[in-house]
């Protein structure tokens, strides 16, 4: 079965400071990915998702994303972080086919900004 | 966005009885809800597909008789936890598959379940 290691329980940067978070997956086929974000009381919100074709990914409030098959990995990143982005981040994988918008979370990344 | 809703947002409730969480989608026509659970400090899992006037599909390990799920219309979902024991305290969040607009799914903001 396939599966999504978030490697970094919690991560503390200071504000202004670059950030990346670490997903890696395990399967075969060309998997769909994504990131999350999840603040208290609210649902979570897809930041970016890769599909196909270019293998960096833009997303929104200023993140990206690379997907690098060698490495089976989809990392979060951010040039220059703000305290609002402190929150819990999910990498996750989707399914196809028939299985077509099932997702596999990872454990998920806390994120601490630091002023 | 899309938006999804959850009611109730929390509930406390004592062991055996039954409890009902409500998932809807706002703004947009849903076929296919999922059901997650999300245990503190973990991930969320899978728990089932709500499809619109079908049966709900189940993932391994998760019992359909003790956790109801019903998709009677396209905006709306709901999971029946059946005699509820302290081990279904968890936080449930619901999604909805938007295929229109946005074709992605958008999350509810979760349901805290307290089973006393």
């Known amino acids: 079965a396939q599966s999504v290691t978030q490697p970094d329980i919690h991560i503390t940067v200071s504000e202004g400071a670059s950030l990346e978070l670490r997903c890696n997956y395990s399967?075969?086929?060309?998997?769909?990915l994504f990131w999350y974000v999840q603040s208290p009381g609210q649902g979570l919100q897809l930041l970016l998702k890769?599909?196909?074709?270019?293998?960096l990914v833009q997303g929104i409030k200023g993140f990206e994303a690379e997907f690098k098959r060698s490495q089976s990995s989809f990392n979060l990143r951010k040039p220059s972080v703000h305290w609002s982005d402190a929150a819990e981040y999910f990498c996750?994988?989707?399914?196809?086919?028939?299985?077509?918008?099932?997702?596999?979370f990872g454990q998920g990344t806390i994120l601490t900004v630091h002023p | 966005g899309a938006v999804v809703s959850q009611h109730p947002s929390w509930v406390i409730c004592k062991s055996g009885t039954s409890v009902k969480i409500e998932c809807r989608s706002l703004?947009?026509?849903?076929?296919?809800m999922f059901w997650y659970r999300q245990f503190p400090k973990q991930s969320l899992m899978l728990m089932a597909t709500?499809?619109?006037?079908?049966?709900?599909?189940?993932e391994q390990g998760v019992e359909k008789d003790k956790f109801l799920i019903n998709h009677a219309s396209l905006t709306l979902s709901t999971l029946t936890v059946t005699s509820a024991h302290p081990e279904d305290s968890s936080f449930y969040i619901c999604?909805?598959?938007?295929?229109?607009?946005?074709?992605?799914?958008?999350f509810g903001p979760g349901t805290r379940l307290t089973v006393l």
């Open positions: 703004d947009f026509q849903a076929t296919t």
């Open positions: 999604s909805a598959r938007e295929t229109i607009i946005h074709n992605e799914q958008f």
């Open positions: 890769y599909f196909s074709g270019d293998t």
């Open positions: 709500s499809n619109e006037g079908s049966k709900a599909t189940y």
């Open positions: 996750a994988y989707g399914a196809g086919g028939t299985s077509y918008g099932k997702l596999t």
């Open positions: 399967y075969g086929a060309t998997p769909y």
